[in-house]
Every structure is written in structure tokens, then in C-alpha cells.
Antibody
Framework: EVKLVESGGRFVRPGGSLRLSCAASGFTFSDHYMDWVRQAPGQGLEWVGRIRRRSNGFSTDYGASVKGRFTISRDDSRDSVFLDMDSLQIADTALYFC??????????????WGQGTLVTVSS | DIQLTQSPSFLSASLGDRVTITCRASQDISKFLIWYQQRPREAPKALIYGASILQSGVPSRFSGSGYDREFTLTISGLQPEDFATYYCQQSKANPVTFGQGTRLEIQ
């Protein structure tokens, strides 16, 4: 069974930093791209970013609102993906999900999701 | 960035009804469109990818269609567990973007 468990969310002041972790199990983690998606309270889904696998150079892409402040990394030896968040803003308050990217032909979609970890940025 | 606009934003329907949700893209995305369902206090779940391909395990009452800029998700014969929020997402280009969501409620 595919399982993704996020952790690290907490209350933080504006301008602060935080690292979120996502532990994966039940599949060959190193074979998959991994995404982070967030959802502000009562709002819709916003893509945070993606990290590809070793054969794709562990390359990353980010959404415009987090580019330059957030960094995604992974440790395949620990089946984990990380989201380092700097210069946090009140608008970054959200439930952060990690999700597995499933690739079928030219199609990419998020086929497994964790339950999320809550980040609250407030003064 | 590619913008996705869903309509309606809110939909009220009854058990057994057939409903359709539309997602319009700001530019051509071919068939790189995914639909997700999110029930309250749950993570999203992929229903359809490639605009019309049913994800494994998803009931056949869900169907998707469309190409280029306009896409639809249809649910035929609403069941209690279908009352949720639905999102479209494009995977044509980075950054990945989502529609704003359509909330489907029981009438």
C-alpha cells in the first residue's frame, strides 16, 4: 500500500523558516517524481513544486508564489522528500500535501497523496 | 502561466442526478487535463487523467471529455459519496495549475 506521511508543520512568525518532511512507503520511491501542493484554509489547491528523480538530475520546478523562497529536496536512501521554506509570509499559511507523481505515457498526475501537515504563519 | 477556470463554482444536485462541470484553459493544453475529487477533511483523489482516461478504481459513472481549451467532467447517477469539491489541473506546462474548484452539494 502506498503511504505518504507529512510532518514538520507548526506555528511560525513571518520571516521565519521551516522544513517539512514527507516519508514514503509501499513503492519504489526513487522511481518517482514527487510534488508538494498546498491548500490555504477554506481555499483551493495550489501547486508548490516538483522534484524529479535521479535520472532526471533531481531537477526542480516551483510555483511563482514560492520560487526563490522554497526549496524541494529528496533523500532516496530514506524514501523521503523535503520542503524547505524561507522568508515565510502570512499567505503561506496552508495545509501542505506531498504527492506522488504518476507518469503514464506523456501524462503526469498525482495519484497518491498524504494527509497533509499544517503550517500557520502569524505575528 | 496557464489559467484554468471552472464553472460553476457551486452546484446543488440530488441523488441520482447527472451533473457536468466545465474547465476552460487560457491556452491550448491538448489533453493534458486531470480531474480530482476532494471530500471534506480528506486529501484529493485523482479521477481522470488525459482528459478522458478513468483512473484505476474510479467508478464508471465518472467520465471526462474535451481537448484544447474546454473540458468537462460528468457524473451520471450521483451517489452520496460524490458530494465533494472537484478540481481540474493541467499538466501541459510548468507551473502546474489548478482550477478554483467546484463544490457539489446535496440539494
Amino acid at each position: 500500500e502506498v503511504k505518504l506521511v507529512e510532518s514538520g508543520g507548526r506555528f511560525v512568525r513571518p520571516g521565519g523558516s521551516l522544513r517539512l518532511s514527507c516519508a514514503a512507503s509501499g513503492f519504489t520511491f526513487s522511481d518517482h517524481y514527487m510534488d508538494w501542493v498546498r491548500q490555504a484554509p477554506g481555499q483551493g489547491l495550489e501547486w508548490v513544486g516538483r522534484i524529479r528523480r535521479r535520472s532526471n538530475g533531481f531537477s526542480t520546478d516551483y510555483g511563482a508564489s514560492v520560487k526563490g523562497r522554497f526549496t524541494i529536496s529528496r533523500d532516496d536512501s530514506r524514501d523521503s522528500v523535503f520542503l524547505d521554506m524561507d522568508s515565510l509570509q502570512i499567505a503561506d499559511t496552508a495545509l501542505y500535501f506531498c504527492a506522488r507523481v504518476f507518469v503514464r505515457g506523456n501524462h503526469f498526475f498525482l495519484d497518491s497523496w498524504g494527509q497533509g501537515t499544517l503550517v500557520t504563519v502569524s505575528s | 502561466d496557464i489559467q484554468l477556470t471552472q464553472s460553476p463554482s457551486f452546484l446543488s444536485a440530488s441523488l441520482g442526478d447527472r451533473v457536468t462541470i466545465t474547465c476552460r484553459a487560457s491556452q491550448d493544453i491538448s489533453k493534458f487535463l486531470i480531474w480530482y475529487q476532494q471530500r471534506p477533511r480528506e486529501a484529493p483523489k485523482a479521477l481522470i487523467y488525459g482528459a478522458s482516461i478513468l483512473q484505476s478504481g474510479v467508478p464508471s459513472r465518472f467520465s471526462g471529455s474535451g481537448y484544447d481549451r474546454e473540458f468537462t467532467l460528468t457524473i451520471s447517477g450521483l451517489q452520496p459519496e460524490d458530494f465533494a469539491t472537484y478540481y481540474c489541473q493541467q499538466s501541459k506546462a510548468n507551473p502546474v495549475t489548478f482550477g478554483q474548484g467546484t463544490r457539489l452539494e446535496i440539494q
